[in-house]
């Protein structure tokens, strides 16, 4: 099965091993993985702050950069919403809504292709840690990825789980909100920490690299010794 990997700017500037380990998790599966250079933004940092017609040629460079494409696959629910939005965004034009249409028919975030197209909900995975996973907002409530992520963390050796209280709370990342409304985005973070201090964890897993990095940033300031891992490091991991 060939897959290309859609890595997304935040994987590719700041958390380029969860690229990596992307890619390793899928070729273990028996995935041939490609890397379309070409690929830059979604343009949802744009569109979310109302620049839809910029926000739009960034869309058609990346539907056009995909369109050979068998499957995509993001480590982010978050950018993998973003591609299935693109046929409610091009609607009614001739040329793109097709193109659209069959770009979000063939992505998928990571644990979702794992679990629903693969098949596969036991990757070999083994991790001995105690662990909280944190369910981002984009990929649960706008892609509807719920239950992958959390039966293939289930299934990892040794990998103890403890849900995360209130764990559909918004982390206060939400793209540009944080630096919008920066104080009430601080107070959510505070929230979340303290809900995943509460769990005793070890390790605070999540799937979308924008809230690792608003919650693990606050941890780290706050001097909380819990570490932040995205879920295909967990999944990738054979310790």
Known sequence: MKVSLFVTCLIDMFQSDVG??????LEHLGCEVDFPEGQTCCGQPAYNSGYLKESMESMKHMINVFQDSEYVVTPSGSCGTMFHEYPNIFAGDAEWEPKAIELANKTYELTQFIVEVLKVEDVGASLPARATYHTSCHMTRLLGVK?????????VKGLEFTELPDK?????????????MSQISEHMVDEKVRHVESTKADILVGADAGCLMNIGGRISRTGKPIEVMHIATVLNSRK
């Open 168 to 180: 559909h709370n918004c982390c206060g990342f939400g793209g540009t909100f944080s630096v919008k």
């Open 147 to 155: 239950e992958a992520p959390l039966t293939l963390l289930k299934n």
């Open 20 to 25: 990596r380990d992307t890619v390793e998790l």
